[in-house]
């Protein structure tokens, strides 16, 4: 079994990062790893986990300390062990923000879009609803008036609910077929969202995982420790790219859209590792009942459907 020098070049470069946000890369081992196999862990095997992307034990230790205090992580003692879970509302907002990384770009497109005005909600409370929505995939098309063609109708729900807002906003769909749409709808878009942006950062995403992808086709077998640090790199990557992307109807986005190329170079390298990469976990992993629990089901439906 061999180990390929690429992949380590990858992981030492993201070691070599100034400042790695060490938060940011445990949502994703949690949400892509361990959330599928039960979704609680013994903090020395997060440790080991997380020490060859450059993260010491102190920084793991203080960053999951912050993910308690914000919600997402609880703790639970076992002697001298602590392990922690996912609460509650951690999990939820794995779920939505999950549903949206391992779904593929939407093909299909009614022509309404999913209007909301936001001028009778509390002054003290607008920012957030803007940023929650903004979260969602939604554009600002106006002073106090946010779309999206086809937003997540049950997480916007949840949403709205959570933040106590359903009865203070305006809500509804409008069509554009009785209107000259085009060109004047493709400026609508520019002016909501910034999508050159984040075509650079797909492009960068695609130049530097589609060696890597390569470089696995070519092996026979590839190590399985290996399979987890790329496929978390892949991942955490892709996920701080894609929370940015309002996910628009390929109807309304640029010709040759690199998100549609990056969507399908995370099945592919997902597909091609999936497997040694949760062999690797299930042996090395422990909760306080010991080994992690099986994969769930659901975590099988991840890009349309994993061998």
């Not at 949206?100 to 009614?110: K, M, Q, V």
Request: with cysteine; hydrophobic share 40%; charged share 25%.
């Amino acid at each position: 079994m061999s180990r390929l020098a690429l992949i380590d070049h990858l992981v030492a470069e993201f070691a070599a990062q100034p400042r790695i946000r060490a938060g940011s890369l445990i949502i994703t081992v949690f949400g892509d790893a361990v959330a599928p196999r039960g979704g609680t862990l013994w903090l020395g095997s997060l440790i080991r986990l997380l020490e060859p992307f450059g993260l010491n034990q102190r920084l793991v230790r203080t960053s999951v300390f912050r993910l308690v205090r914000d919600g997402w992580l609880s703790a639970e003692q076992s002697g001298r062990r602590s392990y922690y879970s996912l609460t509650e509302t951690g999990r939820r907002r794995f779920e939505n923000a999950y549903r949206r990384i391992y779904t593929g770009p939407h093909e299909a497109w009614d022509g309404y879009w999913h209007v909301i005005a936001t001028v009778l909600v509390d002054p003290s409370q607008r920012d957030a609803v803007r940023k929650e929505l903004k979260w969602l995939g939604f554009g600002a098309i106006g002073t106090g008036v946010m779309a999206h063609p086809m937003p997540d109708c049950t997480v916007l729900r949840e949403l709205l609910a959570d933040l106590g807002v359903s009865d203070d906003l305006v809500q509804w769909r409008a069509g554009t077929d009785a209107l000259p749409g085009g060109r004047a709808q493709r400026r609508l878009i520019e002016h909501a969202w910034d999508l050159g942006e984040l075509t650079v950062d797909y492009q960068r995403f695609l130049d530097r995982f589609r060696p890597v992808y390569a470089a696995l086709e070519r092996e026979r077998e590839v190590d399985p420790g290996q399979a987890f640090l790329v496929r978390t790199l892949l991942m955490h990557e892709y996920r701080r790219i894609l929370l940015r992307d309002p996910k628009l109807p390929l109807d309304l986005l640029p010709a040759h859209w690199a998100g549609s190329s990056a969507y399908a170079l995370c099945r592919n390298v997902y597909q091609r590792i999936h497997g040694l990469t949760e062999a690797y976990l299930g042996a090395t992993l422990e909760t306080a009942d010991g080994p992690l629990p099986a994969t769930a089901e659901y975590f099988y439906r991840r890009f349309g459907g994993l061998d």
